[in-house]
């Protein structure tokens, strides 16, 4: 066994601990009939793992009798939110309870004059937007799966989108949280007041932990004002460096688009039926640019890039004149997911994250991987924060093109550590990248992770199997 798996012998989920469970949450608010497990033994990624029992606390007291229970006989419990992510971090890999957040759904409370929410960890990302939106407020996490992903799986994958050049992740709009820890203790993290050194910032350490180090229950949002105007222009280049170059000028001139995004070749074939042939023609990379400020500002930033652009070579600048235009042009990129998913049923989408002018590097050496292990790969991202998602796509029966993928997936990691780059720039290590963790961290600084992760959770209950500690389970 590798020297940093945790090995804890877990035991299987007793009658009597079932029992106790239906007596916390009450019976209605839980299953271990098999057809409700299968439901919650994927996420996004693909890969199988039924929990022994399914379970849909009401609030934190009930989340840690639970806790406490897991302690004393010895099962692992699984937070999930949405199920949406994308490296298996809500799997039952090695079995347990999954605890759903679906019945803490509530918008707790807004506070215009502080500009913060309190929302529970169930509340799905897309609501809590279009609710502080009726009060001209604005909160900038904008993850793709903002439909229907929650606000607690954001917050323990350090979720980020399109607005995170501007605005920043998940991180930066965590004031405070409740959490269950792995001992069952309920505590408050961080402050409401904006400024807050009262000891270590564990608020800061949970945000991204992946639900390995506690079950979040509340959560204390920091909130903007929402800005009075958008500009979105769509711009296109003959080349992935050109493009690049282009990103270049557009951070120097000070102006920080609040989204930045980038589909290079393959990406802008996938999505030809979307757009028209005056927009993509002799195009091998396109930039979604948006400036957002007040109605004169916004306006004025967007001659200034659209400038900027035209100076770097750019093919031409479309700006959209009208909210269909700008859902038009937007169209495009959202586009891009389910027309991959046409040419291969598989894609192993992965989120490596580089300096950004490392990206043309980051290219042209993909391009270089997909020829070398005979993969097809489409490449598009967030340019502005240099994370490009990685698409390598896969016909799932071909048990060959599956071992060529892998092949490529070490590889990119390697050219992305080797260029000073992250494994993964928002979907989290879970099981998917747990192998490779090694080739970004060193061993002390796992140490370091393995030293938290054991003094808070020495009975390692809390989502097991997670981020470094992971057997290789199959499933
Ligand atoms: C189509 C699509 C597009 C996506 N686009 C993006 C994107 O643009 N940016 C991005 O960052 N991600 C993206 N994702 C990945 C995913 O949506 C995010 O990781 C999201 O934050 C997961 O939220 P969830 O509610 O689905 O969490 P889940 O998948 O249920 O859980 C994710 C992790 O969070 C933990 N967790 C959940 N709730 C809690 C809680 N209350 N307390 C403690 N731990 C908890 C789980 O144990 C697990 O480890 C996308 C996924 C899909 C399918």
């Excluded at 406490?68 to 490296?87: C, S």
């Excluded at 909160?139 to 606000?151: C, H, K, L, N, R």
């Excluded at 993964?424 to 090694?438: N, R």
Aim: charged fraction near 25%; include cysteine; hydrophobic fraction near 40%.
């Amino acid at each position: 066994m590798p020297d940093h798996v945790i090995d804890t012998q877990y035991k299987p989920l007793s009658k009597s601990a079932r029992d106790q469970i239906r007596r916390i949450v009450g019976p209605d608010h839980c299953s271990d009939s098999s057809e409700d497990l299968v439901l919650y033994a994927y996420d996004a990624m693909n890969r199988r793992f039924p929990p022994e029992m399914v379970a849909h606390p009401e609030n934190a007291r009930q989340v840690s009798a639970i806790v406490k229970l897991a302690n004393r006989e010895m099962f692992p419990v699984i937070p999930r939110g949405g199920g949406t992510g994308f490296t298996g971090g809500s799997l039952a890999v090695e079995g347990g309870v999954v605890l759903t957040t679906s019945r803490m759904n509530r918008i707790v409370e807004v506070d215009p004059d502080n500009m913060s929410a309190w929302v529970e960890p169930g509340v799905i990302n897309g609501d809590l937007q279009k609710a502080v939106l009726e009060k001209d407020l604005f909160f900038p996490p904008d993850p793709s799966s903002m439909d229907f992903s929650t606000i607690g799986g954001n917050v323990a994958e350090n979720a980020g989108g399109p607005r995170a050049v501007k605005y920043g992740v998940t991180r930066d709009y965590v004031m405070a949280l409740e959490v269950v820890m792995p001992d069952g203790r309920i505590v408050r993290t961080g402050s409401e007041a904006i400024k807050s050194v009262t000891g270590y910032d564990l608020t800061r350490l949970l945000v991204g932990s992946e639900g390995t180090l506690g079950f979040i229950t509340k959560i204390l949002v920091r909130l903007l004002p929402r800005p009075e105007a958008v500009v979105t222009l769509l711009t296109a280049f003959p080349d992935v460096s050109t493009a690049s170059r282009a990103v270049a000028r557009i951070m120097a001139s000070r102006i920080i688009p609040s989204t930045l995004e980038f589909m290079d070749r393959s990406a802008i074939d996938c999505v030809k039926g979307s757009i028209s042939e005056e927009l993509s023609k002799g195009a091998s990379a396109l930039l979604l640019v948006e400036v957002d400020g007040d109605e004169l500002g916004a306006g004025r930033q967007a001659e200034r890039l659209t400038e900027v652009c035209k100076r770097s070579g750019a093919l031409y600048v479309k700006r959209a004149q009208t909210p269909e235009e700008r859902e038009g042009l937007w169209k495009v990129r959202r586009s891009l997911s389910p027309a991959i998913m046409k040419i291969r049923p598989l894609k192993i989408n992965e989120d490596v994250s580089v300096p950004r002018m490392k990206i043309p590097e980051l290219i042209i050496g993909i391009e270089e991987i997909a020829r070398q292990h005979d993969v097809m790969v489409v490449n598009f991202g967030h340019a502005g924060d240099g994370n490009v998602h990685v698409n390598i796509l896969v016909d799932p029966d071909d048990k060959d093109e599956r071992k060529r993928a892998e092949e490529a997936v070490k590889d990119l990691f390697q050219l992305t550590v080797d260029l000073g780059g992250s494994l993964t720039g928002e979907h989290g290590i879970g099981i998917a990248k747990a192998p490779y963790l090694g080739m970004e961290i060193d061993d002390n600084l796992i140490h370091v992770m393995r030293t938290i992760k054991r003094a808070l959770d020495p009975n390692n209950v809390m989502n097991p199997s997670k981020t470094f500690d992971y057997r290789g389970n199959s499933g």
